[in-house]
C-alpha cells in the first residue's frame, strides 16, 4: 500500500507519518518512509538546490526538478519496497507538484499531471492525506524556522496552492482525504488511522 501525505509548511505531516508508522507496525504491516524531493542520493541534491533561497529558478525548470527527484526515488525504493509487499509512507508525492507547480506557479495543469505519471511510471497512491491548515496557523508554527525558497512564495502563491489541494481532493474524493489538522495532533491522528483501517478491512 502506497499512502501518501500533503500540506503546506506546519501541517504536521512529519508527526503525523511517524505515529501512523508506528501504529501499523504494531499490528504487523512492514513500513518504509520516504520523503520528497529527497531520500535517494540524486534526489538530496535535487532538493537542496530546489529549497536554497538563492537559487533562481524558473517554473517550468522547477517543474522539471521536483520530477526527477520523484523519479529517481520511485525507480530505486518506492517500487522496489511495493513489490516487497511493504507499506510505503512518503511525506509528499505528485499531489504537491499539481498542487504547488500547476496551481501555485500557474502551470498547464494538464501538462503538470502528464509529467507526474511519467515520473511516477504510472504509480498512484492507495491514499492521500491533505493536512488542512491556515496560512496564519502555517506561519505561527513556522516562526522559529528559516525560510526556503519555496516557503518564501508568498501568500497569494500559498491561497492557490491549498485551493488545488482542494480541488484535487474533489476530482479525486476516494483517493484524497482532507484532514483537519488545526488542533490536537492525537485527534488528527485518530482520524487517519480510521480511514487507513477501512481500506484495510
Known amino acids: 500500500m502506497l499512502i501518501t501525505f500533503e500540506g503546506i509548511d506546519g501541517s504536521g505531516k512529519s508527526t503525523q507519518i511517524k505515529l501512523l508508522s508506528d501504529y501499523l507496525k504494531s499490528i504487523g504491516h512492514q513500513v518504509i518512509q520516504f520523503r520528497e524531493p529527497g531520500s535517494s542520493h540524486v534526489s538530496e541534491i535535487i532538493r537542496s538546490l530546489l529549497l536554497d533561497k538563492d537559487s533562481s529558478i ?18 530505486r525504493h518506492v517500487i522496489p519496497a511495493l513489490k516487497e509487499g511493504k507499506t510505503v509512507l512518503i511525506d509528499r ?42 496560512i496564519k496557523t502555517s506561519a505561527k508554527r513556522s516562526t522559529d524556522k528559516e525560510k526556503d525558497r519555496m516557503e ?42 480510521n480511514i487507513v483501517t477501512q481500506r484495510l478491512v
Open 152 to 193: 518564501m512564495a508568498g501568500n497569494a502563491f500559498f491561497k492557490r496552492v491549498i485551493a488545488g489541494f482542494k480541488q484535487i481532493a474533489n476530482d479525486e474524493p476516494d483517493r484524497f482525504h482532507i484532514i483537519n489538522a488545526n488542533g490536537d495532533v492525537l485527534q488528527t491522528h485518530n482520524l487517519i488511522v
Open 58 to 75: 524558473t517554473p517550468i525548470t522547477e517543474l522539471f526538478l521536483f520530477e526527477a527527484a520523484r523519479s529517481e526515488l520511485v525507480e
Open 93 to 134: 508525492f505528485y499531489d504537491s507538484t499539481t498542487a504547488y507547480q500547476g496551481y501555485g506557479r500557474e502551470l498547464d495543469i494538464d501538462n503538470v499531471k502528464t509529467c507526474n505519471m511519467f515520473a511516477t511510471q504510472g504509480f498512484i497512491p492507495d491514499l492521500t492525506f491533505f493536512l488542512d491548515i491556515s
